[in-house]
């Protein structure tokens, strides 16, 4: 148990210069608030800290410092610890900073206070502070994650007649995603003609968000349309622009095209991801095609590409459902051992097939490495398997 923690204020701290005893000390108490749920005493500290060193510029500057504190005591549902904190620090000298005031923004979002990184940023001309767009981006990234959409709407409203400032292509962006998100599908297209309109050339973000929030309701005609258009205007596509096409390809179960599409991404000089093979692996899983998912997998290897959990997780899936127990069981054990390990059902089933097929011992395998997993499966989940070790049949 950490007691009262001494506050220890370096006496080299107005040269900008901090003792150990400072960080030693914040360091502690920060601890100490995790150590104890966020008791008001031990919240109190890391403030009192931060308070008693304002002029510190080590400490102020400190960009890690901010961060935990700041996350710790947001954990700790001490959101007017966090006001306190950053409050008094806007009113620094580094508050005439833009870049110090997004800073400040920034960690309004991460404690999911959005209303007082909003406020922040239309209280900056009191600090001396000159807004750019830059400080509005962070606040509309704020504000987005919040999904706070009428307030960020209403602040681009604002943006140039009330503050001046004229919105780039990361705004534009920024409200393409939002209108996407809120399922105006046709607003998000019109903001991309709009800022076309202002001088602002749409790029491959632009394209690939409403290329993806197309296909995903269904308008292939229009996702098709935005792919052909991105490349015509010379926007080439990125890794992540090939993976929702290849999606879409996948979910229309188009295996074989999406497989194409990944021999034109290497063409292009861009190297697919975990993503785009689990994608590709899956759709060809999904249309019976079960030998080219398992190709897929040991081509991986030879393009430098090394499967990841999500990848294990589809194929020992799906070969269960193929009665392929004894490759499953192979992958299944490969991966546990990775510390990765499938979902509760997909481990229920293997193991089911295991003792049908006589594999006793591969299912002890399987059990032993389920035995030794942190954080542990539930007692209820641990006696399903035990149970179809027992029984040979499931206990669920």
Not at 129 to 138: F, H, I, M, Q
Not at 216 to 222: I, L, T
Not at 311 to 320: D, E, N, P, R
Not at 370 to 377: D, L, Q, T
Request: charge should be positive; include cysteine; hydrophobic fraction near 40%.
């Amino acid at each position: 148990m950490l007691g009262l923690i001494p506050i220890i204020i370096s006496p080299w701290s107005k040269t900008g210069w901090v003792s150990c005893g400072l960080f030693c000390s914040w360091a502690l108490a920060s601890e100490s608030i995790r150590l104890h749920g966020g008791s008001r005493l031990h919240a109190a500290i890391v403030v009192e800290l931060f308070k008693a060193n304002a002029d510190n510029r080590v400490l102020v500057e400190n960009r890690f410092a901010f961060e935990d504190a700041v996350a710790r005591l947001a954990g700790a549902r001490r959101n007017d610890l966090v006001e306190e904190i950053l409050e008094q620090h806007k009113a620094l000298p580094q508050g005439r900073r833009e870049g110090f005031v997004i800073r400040v923004i920034g960690l309004y979002g991460r404690a999911r206070m959005p209303e007082h990184a909003l406020r922040t940023f239309r209280e900056m001309e009191m600090y001396g502070c000159e807004r750019t767009v830059k400080s509005l981006n962070a606040t509309m990234k704020v504000l987005m994650q919040a999904r706070l959409f009428d307030e960020a709407l209403r602040l681009l409203d604002e943006a140039s007649p009330t503050y001046g400032v004229e919105l780039d292509d990361i705004s534009y962006n920024t409200v393409v995603k939002m209108a996407c998100d809120m399922g105006e599908l046709h607003a998000a297209y019109r903001v991309m003609q709009e800022m076309e309109k202002e001088g602002v050339r749409p790029d491959v973000i632009t394209y690939t968000t409403l290329m993806a929030a197309f296909y995903k309701n269904g308008h292939r005609e229009v996702g098709d349309g935005l792919w052909n258009l991105m490349r015509l205007r010379g926007c080439m596509p990125t890794l992540t622009s090939y993976n929702v096409r290849i999606q879409f390809l996948i979910n229309r179960k188009r295996g074989w095209q999406a497989n194409d599409l990944v021999r034109k991404m290497y063409a292009a000089g861009i190297t697919p991801d975990e993503i785009t093979y689990n994608l590709v692996i899956k759709g060809f899983f999904v249309i019976g095609e079960h030998e080219m998912a398992k190709t897929v997998f040991g081509a991986m290897h030879g393009r430098g590409c090394k499967p990841n959990e999500r990848i294990y997780q589809t194929m020992v899936h799906y070969l269960c459902k193929r009665r392929e127990f004894n490759l499953a069981f192979r992958l299944c054990k490969d991966s546990m051992e990775k510390n990765w390990f499938p979902s509760v059902d997909t481990i229920h089933h293997l193991l089911k097939g295991l003792m049908v097929i006589k594999k006793d011992r591969n299912a002890r395998e399987i059990m032993k490495l389920v035995a030794e997993r942190k954080p542990s499966y539930s007692v209820d989940d641990v006696k399903a398997f035990q149970d179809i070790l027992s029984h040979g049949k499931t206990g669920r």
